[in-house]
């Protein structure tokens, strides 16, 4: 995929800007890549080291930037080291920073890695794959695989401002949080060891209400379930929407399916998961549909004076009309035989819908709900 275009040239700009911002060029290049210069170096190092990085080792740097990850290793006489960006402005300063003529320091233009097969021991993206589509994620993911050696590692993070935790990290400890295989920002995807956790916990199957859509996120954790034999299954559950009589259908026939115990998720485990939390009590638990509405509230983070409120609106609709008509709220048959007729419109509900102002913009710009 071609980063030179789209990212690659706004990155750039950004970085001259700071140039031109902060006018001194050590300044404004160590200030384009964030965070602390220094500080995140010597972390990613010591991750690295961590990771088994023998001295005689070669490191591939994707987006290596300033060079915050070469100052640091430059140190180390026997160690190989191939830096890649998409600025060359950048390159040439961290080529300064390094001082090794021996290191590589190579411009790309698409997702790829110059340089053989098999022949690294470590493969690094530290924060880059968070600035990326998902594309180049993959792309970036299968290259990495092609240029490791056997038993190579390839370390990859992701820092996402939007996540509260993310302000908090940076002004802690956070070198020791770092010192871990992969950093996950929760609307990445779940780390090989917090799924391995789950399966000696005993979850036999894990629920991905995101859906099969690609992403980097996905092919990680199809990778870490089936290396924890733990079955994997995506189903698309929108959390802006009303659920279609064949997404209720859906979900009624994969509870009724899947192994148990079961986890679900979505990427806050708020709207899509507490609308399946909901069904799966209705459905299979017996629990009358008011009371198992209980799983879509705020205390689980659901917002339901924002846009994720038509969930809410859906549901109580039928209870309206249960109500009206004297059936009982655990009635499964008596939910899904409405939802299939021609009262239910979930077309109709989405357009009606109106979040309140305050509801909006907390599900929306400050929570930033998908």
């Not at 079961?262 to 629990?287: E, I, P, Q």
């Amino acid at each position: 995929m071609s980063l030179i275009g789209g990212y690659g040239s706004d990155y750039r700009r950004a970085v001259l800007f700071q140039r031109l911002l902060k006018g001194d060029r050590a300044r404004a290049f160590e200030a384009s890549v964030g965070g602390d210069f220094e500080a995140f170096g010597k972390a990613e190092r010591d991750i690295l080291f961590a990771q088994g990085l023998a001295e005689d080792g070669f490191v591939v740097d994707i987006g290596c930037g300033a060079g915050r990850l070469a100052a640091q290793l430059k140190g180390h006489p026997r160690l190989r080291y191939l830096g890649i960006d998409v600025v060359p402005e950048l390159l040439d300063f961290a080529r300064e920073q390094a001082g090794r003529p021996d290191w590589r320091f190579e411009i790309v233009a698409q997702s790829e890695i110059p340089c053989e097969d098999n022949a690294a021991t470590a493969c690094v993206a530290f924060s880059l794959f968070t600035h990326l589509p998902d594309a180049a994620c993959l792309d970036y993911l299968r290259e990495m695989r092609r240029a490791l050696a056997p038993g190579g590692v390839a370390i990859f993070s992701f820092l996402d401002p939007a996540v509260a935790a993310y302000d908090r990290m940076l002004k802690q400890d956070w070198r020791k949080k770092l010192l871990r295989r992969t950093l996950y920002a929760p609307n990445v995807g779940h780390s090989v060891d917090t799924i391995a956790d789950w399966a000696r916990r005993g979850v036999k199957t894990v629920v991905n209400l995101r859906g099969p859509a690609p992403s980097a996120a996905l092919l990680l954790e199809e990778d870490a379930c089936a290396r924890a034999g733990v079955a994997l299954v995506n189903f698309r559950v929108y959390s802006r929407e009303a659920p279609t009589a064949e997404t209720l259908g859906g979900l009624r026939a994969l509870f009724g399916a899947m192994e148990l115990p079961a986890l679900m998720h979505c990427k806050s485990g708020a709207d899509r998961v507490g609308l399946a939390a909901t069904l799966y009590l209705f459905f299979m638990k017996g629990a009358p549909l008011d009371a198992a509405m209980g799983q879509l509230s705020l205390k689980y983070g659901h917002i339901r004076h924002g846009k994720t409120g038509v969930i809410d609106r859906a549901l109580e609709l039928y209870i309206d009309h249960a109500r009206a008509v004297g059936a009982p709220l655990d009635d499964v048959d008596a939910f899904m035989a409405w939802a299939q007729s021609e009262a239910y419109d979930p077309a109709a509900i989405k357009r009606d819908f109106r979040a309140t102002l305050i509801g909006g913009l907390l599900s929306d710009s400050i929570l930033r709900r998908e």
